[in-house]
């Protein structure tokens, strides 16, 4: 029988483009900000196979949970490429908890994969660290996630992001709920143009000639920052609505499809809406990408959020409750239209 020959250097898990040490040296670094996010219910922290959590402990009877995961689309190109990344994981605890809360729940926990080809530490640490700034705003724990270390499936300095919140109500809390004709649309204003529609921004600042440290058009300071400013979070305001029996009716979250094909979907069928266009002003941002972009309105609502980063319909009887509280936590709420008779969305006035 033949024996092989040892060589005396054999192959590791290094060599081969996974550092196990820098996995260990993110998780030690990110423990104390995960730590800053624990709530009534967290039951463990980093470290396990798992993450328990204890939906009676957080106050819920009869709870039904509601979970939610979603991504910060082709604006992580645009934090990749200026290097300003810290933001980007506020994104994307905001792109999950805020559909949330659209459907009556309030975001329990929430874990992230973090995938890359070699892994920077301090890189991955600042976007983690992100992710918890965005939790303790929310209300919700870090319980957990994974970082993925793929060589050869990433070009050099490349990362992909995705977030998954898990959130719970008492049963019979659902929304939507008594939508009817002649109910009050509140819009809620957005931080600018969230985690949406960034691949049709790239493409306006390419045509513009612009790069990321240009001077923005529509703001102070470089352009790629500008774009950057992390997605407006409305759990708490609109959880503090929700505790008011019968204040909300419905909540749309204007993410992706914009306000023409976002609204829709928390109506009932044969009811629709009329949205004034008139009735807030449209961001300096959106202005700029129109023109800039050459893009028509129909297509500017129905990919961008074009201002309006939430929608609320109320009774009209209580709007001016809904306003007050929603005025009082800095979230420009401004009437936008009403819930009509007949399926779709249908506009009045100039968006530009």
């Not at 996995?23 to 990110?30: E, Q």
């Not at 506020?90 to 329990?108: F, I, R, S, T, Y």
């Amino acid at each position: 029988m033949s024996e092989t020959k040892r060589t005396g250097h054999g192959l590791t898990y290094a060599e081969a483009g996974v550092d196990i040490d820098a996995g260990n040296a993110l998780v030690d670094r990110i423990k104390p900000a995960a730590r800053a996010t624990e709530r009534p219910g967290t039951m463990a922290g980093l470290g396990g196979f798992g993450a328990l959590f204890d939906p009676r402990a957080a106050g819920y009877a009869d709870p039904i949970l509601v979970a939610a995961t979603d991504g910060v689309g082709t604006k992580l190109r645009v934090a990749i490429d200026t290097g300003h990344v810290d933001g980007v994981g506020v994104d994307l605890v905001a792109m999950c908890v805020n559909d949330l809360v659209c459907q009556g729940a309030e975001p329990l926990f929430f874990l992230d994969y973090f995938a890359t080809g070699t892994l920077d530490t301090e890189t991955a640490a600042r976007v983690v660290e992100g992710i918890a700034r965005g939790c303790v705003e929310a209300g919700c724990a870090l319980v957990g996630g994974e970082t993925a270390e793929m060589p050869g499936m990433y070009r050099a300095g490349d990362f992909d992001l995705a977030g998954f919140a898990v959130g719970a109500m008492e049963r019979g809390a659902d929304l939507p709920r008594d939508v009817a004709e002649g109910d009050v649309l509140i819009g809620l204003g957005s931080s600018g143009v969230h985690s949406n529609g960034l691949s049709l921004v790239r493409r306006v600042v390419e045509r513009a000639g612009l790069g990321w440290d240009d001077p923005a058009p529509f703001a102070e300071g470089p352009l790629g920052a500008a774009l950057l400013v992390p997605t407006r979070l409305y759990v708490r305001p609109v959880l503090e609505a929700i505790a008011k029996p019968g204040l909300v009716h419905a909540l749309a979250h204007i993410t992706g499809g914009g306000l023409t094909e976002n609204l829709p979907r928390v109506l009932p069928d044969g009811l629709g809406a009329e949205i004034d266009l008139d009735a807030w002003d449209l961001p300096a941002v959106f202005r700029w990408l129109a023109e800039a972009g050459d893009v028509a309105p129909s297509e500017m609502l129905k990919v961008f959020n074009c201002g309006i980063g939430m929608i609320a319909a109320v009774p009209a009887s209580r709007a001016d409750e809904a306003e007050a509280l929603w005025a009082a936590h800095d979230l420009s709420p401004c009437r936008i239209g009403r819930v009509t008779q007949g399926a779709g969305i249908r506009y009045a006035g100039t968006l530009l």
